[in-house]
């Protein structure tokens, strides 16, 4: 069985540039979460989605960043335009049931210079 | 304001002997609590987790100490191994929730 599945592994933009992250979850997985981890920090909770809903955005740090589960399978991340403080490791996880047995990728290291 | 705290970054151990890492929490309301494995360039693993009505859980050579009075929980693995050199995060959540509280998680090293 796939894992969670993150795209692209590395991504470098330029302040004020776009950029879309990608999640593919675990086949069957209706919960999605996003966490990310700025450097040597802890990883914070940014989103959950039930299906393709959202069920908790009270961690997205503001409203450049946009999140999408369309159709309750794969879902994107995107941050427009992006800041110096946007750089970090942002991860995607998935479960079926409590978030205490999400499954998570290997993450994507945004770096915006 | 952190409500997950691991204060050391690192910790380095000999091969077999016992490697502790330690976690402290703030918020009263966490009811579940769990350890995670972060191999470089890998998303974390699920290691162990303990439910608050527990005060120890046993997998293997991995056990999870809950200490609820004191807000702390620790893991144990014994014996270490080469192969357990990661990046240990500890993390928490309330019952209900669906979002995890993380540390800043410890560098476990072991000296073969």
């Known amino acids: 069985e796939a894992g969670v599945t993150q795209f692209p592994s590395h991504s470098v933009i330029e302040k004020g540039q776009t950029v879309t992250l990608r999640c593919d979850p675990i086949s069957g997985h209706d919960n999605l979460y996003w966490y990310r981890r700025v450097m040597g920090k802890e990883i914070k909770f940014l989103l959950h989605f039930v299906k393709e809903s959202k069920q908790d955005e009270s961690g997205m740090p503001n409203n450049r960043f946009l999140a999408e589960r369309t159709g309750g399978t794969y879902s994107t991340l995107k941050v427009q335009p992006a800041e110096l403080e946007d750089s970090g490791v942002y991860f995607c996880?998935?479960?079926?049931?409590?978030?205490?047995?999400?499954?998570f990728g290997q993450g994507t290291r945004l770096t915006v210079v | 304001d952190q409500q997950v705290k691991q204060n050391s970054p690192s910790l380095s151990v000999q091969e077999g002997r016992i490697s502790i890492l330690n976690c402290d929490y703030t918020n009263s309301m966490f009811d579940y609590f769990l350890w995670y494995k972060k191999y470089p360039a890998e998303g974390p693993t699920f290691l162990i987790s303990?439910?608050?009505?527990?005060d120890k859980n046993e997998d293997g050579r991995f056990t999870v100490f809950l200490n609820k009075s004191a807000k702390h929980l620790s893991l144990h693995i014994v014996p270490s191994q080469p192969g357990d050199s990661a990046v240990y995060f500890c993390?928490?959540?309330?019952?209900?929730?669906?979002?995890?509280?993380f540390g800043t998680g410890t560098r476990l090293t072991v000296i073969p």
């Open positions: 993390a928490a959540s309330e019952a209900g929730a669906n979002n995890l509280f």
């Open positions: 303990i439910s608050s009505i527990k």
């Open positions: 996880a998935s479960s079926q049931g409590r978030v205490g047995g999400a499954f």
